[in-house]
């Protein structure tokens, strides 16, 4: 080991910034390697990975998901090239990062799907802030919105992380002169219960149960209603020819009647006609004989 390179590692070791001129902002590829050279805050670490910015870290060993229809909790093991897992339409999954991180006090970290996965429609959300301090592996809760399915395989690149580096404080960077912390501010650091911690703890802390998208219920809950409304016009379409045909049948009905009615009526009339003309008929008869 180099003397420079120890005399960092001695730096880190007591908790101090090896790199203090190193101003607070968003780390460079070449910063990113220094640190990584002297903290080994990413494991393992492969600098064909860099860019400008940003570090590209990978699918590592483990997925979980639930079972859509069974609601059965499902673990998946990747260990080798060639293994992979399948994301189904409109589902979540979550994927262990390869890499290993050991963040100092001073290093944040945030990430973000690689663009490629962005194009598919797959959601990451906006990457949320690692604390500095954090010990572990990433989890990642991947989310696919679309009506297809994607194959993912181990060791392959999923996120792209960036490392921000701190405000100075005297507990990790010694050239932060008259420096008087009030005591009603004090530097909050990373819970230990949050460090070195499995995927399986994370997620029983979240919840208890089992942890689906919505998305296909609600599909299937949309295409009953409509089943059910088809249904119902169905129904009311035949409800509505019957009253169809019996309002038609009532009219012929009154129709009938009316002409019944009125056949009767023109059929007396014509009987009592008849019966007035025989009774005139005999009148004048009558008539006829007596003046005779």
Request: include cysteine.
């Amino acid at each position: 080991m180099s003397s420079g390179l120890k005399f960092f590692q001695e730096k880190v070791n007591n908790g101090q910034d090896p790199f203090p001129r190193i101003p607070p902002a968003l780390l460079n590829s070449s910063d990113i390697q220094k640190y990584v050279h002297v903290t080994s805050m990413i494991a393992p670490f492969d600098s064909q990975h860099l860019k400008g910015a940003s570090y590209e870290a990978k699918i590592g060993n483990e997925v979980i998901y639930w079972d859509i229809d069974t609601k059965k909790k499902i673990k998946i093991s990747l260990e080798s090239k060639g293994d992979y897992f399948t994301l189904p339409p409109n589902s979540i999954a979550y994927v262990q990062i390869q890499e290993e991180f050991d963040l100092p006090p001073y290093i944040a970290l945030r990430f973000n799907l690689k663009i490629k996965h962005v194009y598919r429609g797959l959601l990451l959300g906006t990457g949320p802030l690692i604390d500095p301090g954090y010990k572990g592996k990433i989890n990642i809760p991947l989310h696919n919105l679309t009506a297809n399915s994607y194959q993912f395989e181990f060791n392959e690149g999923l996120i792209w992380i960036e490392f921000t580096k701190l405000s100075p404080h005297p507990k990790w960077d010694q050239s932060v002169e008259n420096y008087n912390e009030p005591s009603e501010f004090p530097l909050k650091e990373i819970a230990s219960d949050k460090t070195k911690k499995s995927m399986e703890y994370f997620l029983s802390r979240a919840h208890k149960g089992s942890i689906i998208s919505s998305i296909p219920d609600t599909f299937r809950a949309a295409e009953e209603k409509a089943n059910n409304a088809e249904s119902t016009l169905k129904r009311l379409y035949r409800v509505a020819v019957v009253s169809v045909i019996g309002v038609g049948v009532a009219i012929c009905s009154l129709i009938y009647q009316g002409y019944s009615l009125q056949h009767q009526i023109f059929d007396k009339l014509r009987n009592e006609i008849i019966a007035l003309e025989k009774e005139v008929e005999q009148l004048r008869n009558t008539s006829s004989k007596t003046n005779e």
